[in-house]
């Protein structure tokens, strides 16, 4: 039986009307990532604005400090992917030894704006380890993260590349929360002028304020990992 217009259209009132009154008492729905719904992420803040990266180079213990970080074009994609993007890291200084050191405080070679460290170009996937669900970051070309350029009176040099892989643990990644906390995890290999070094510190991420309001959370089955979103 051919069902008429008016009929066909109270249906589709009807189907609207319950998907208002499941939104109107508080019942989510959740989304698998795609490629077409992939929603930025951003840096909500580093927590204590004290992100580091310690090292030693030529027997001088090293720490680069910073106070906030930006992603630039990170969003997360189908399969537990993230995009190709970078991070900004501002209010950049040095420590040698412990002490402030000023003519090692870090800087945009592009511009010579003071404090600012900006990122080669990386990617990230979700994967699992030893029952720990891991964001695992790498240059998206070569092995560098990229390099902190410093002032020629600099003690430890005037470049420090910074090359290898980083993963990022939070410890509540398959609940579906606004903000999650990340800091780096197992699995976590990285260089400095080529000695080892190892990064301190945590950072709230949440998605862009396009999408206030919209948890997500990472999953691994059988199929796989990936990204999901509730609203």
């Known amino acids: 039986m051919t069902r008429s217009k008016p009929a066909i259209a109270s249906l589709g009132l009807l189907v609207a009307l319950f998907g208002v009154m499941a939104f109107g008492t508080g019942v989510a729905q959740a989304f698998d990532i795609s490629d077409t719904l992939k929603p930025p992420v951003a840096i909500d ?7 580091s990266l310690l090292t030693e180079i030529n027997k001088t213990k090293v720490k680069f400090l910073c106070k906030e970080a930006k992603l630039n074009g990170v969003s997360l994609l189908s399969k537990g992917r993230l995009s190709e993007g970078t991070v900004t890291f501002h209010g950049c200084v040095t420590y040698l030894n412990g002490f402030l050191s000023p003519p090692c405080q870090p800087y945009d070679f592009e511009n010579g704006s003071k404090g600012l460290f900006l990122s080669q170009k990386f990617k990230g996937s979700l994967s699992l380890h030893e029952g720990e669900l891991l964001t695992v970051l790498e240059p998206v070309s070569g092995t560098e993260f990229g390099t902190i350029f410093m002032g020629e009176e600099c003690a430890i040099g005037e470049e420090v590349p ?6 990022l643990l939070d410890s509540e990644v398959s609940t579906a929360k606004e903000v999650h906390s990340v800091k780096a995890g197992p699995l976590t290999s990285l260089t400095a002028l080529g000695n080892s070094a190892t990064v301190d510190g945590t950072a709230l991420v949440k998605l862009s304020s396009a999408h206030t309001g919209m948890k997500f959370s990472g999953t691994s089955n059988e199929e796989g990992s990936y990204w999901k979103v509730d609203l």
């Open 45 to 51: 803040k580093i927590e204590e604005e004290s992100a």
């Open 162 to 167: 910074i090359a290898g892989k980083l993963t």
